[in-house]
């Protein structure tokens, strides 16, 4: 059974860092692209950054660049958000996500979330 698994999420002030982590199971992602996304309280699930198996980053919006990093530990299956100097419009549960490693790129395996909220 393929699974993502969230954590490092929490309440925090603004200013603050978070280091979220997926950890997958069930099978290898060495090779698919891994991302995150957030869904905040009244929107949309939104899509924050993705890396290729090689580092490769590609962000959803040009002012998260500055604030998240994302990394990957292949030996490890692994998966990380590094948030900096976090602000209340970052509160939402962001979710760790795994495309499909062959054909049309597909967001096709999902973890539970883990809710970041972050206070003024």
């Known amino acids: 059974q393929v699974q993502l698994i969230e954590s490092g999420g929490g309440l925090v002030q603004a200013g603050d860092s978070l280091r979220l982590s997926c950890a997958a199971s069930?099978?290898?992602?060495?090779?698919?692209?891994m991302g995150w996304f957030r869904r905040a309280p009244g929107k949309e699930r939104e899509f924050v950054v993705s890396v290729t198996w090689s580092g490769s980053s590609i962000y959803g919006r040009e002012a998260m660049k500055g604030r998240f990093t994302i990394s990957r530990d292949n030996a490890k299956n692994t998966v990380y958000l590094q948030m900096n100097n976090l602000k209340p419009d970052d509160t939402a549960v962001y979710y760790c996500s795994a495309q499909t490693s062959g054909g049309p790129p597909t967001w096709r395996y999902w973890g539970q979330g883990t809710q970041v909220t972050v206070s003024d």
């Open positions: 069930g099978r290898t992602f060495n090779r698919n692209v």
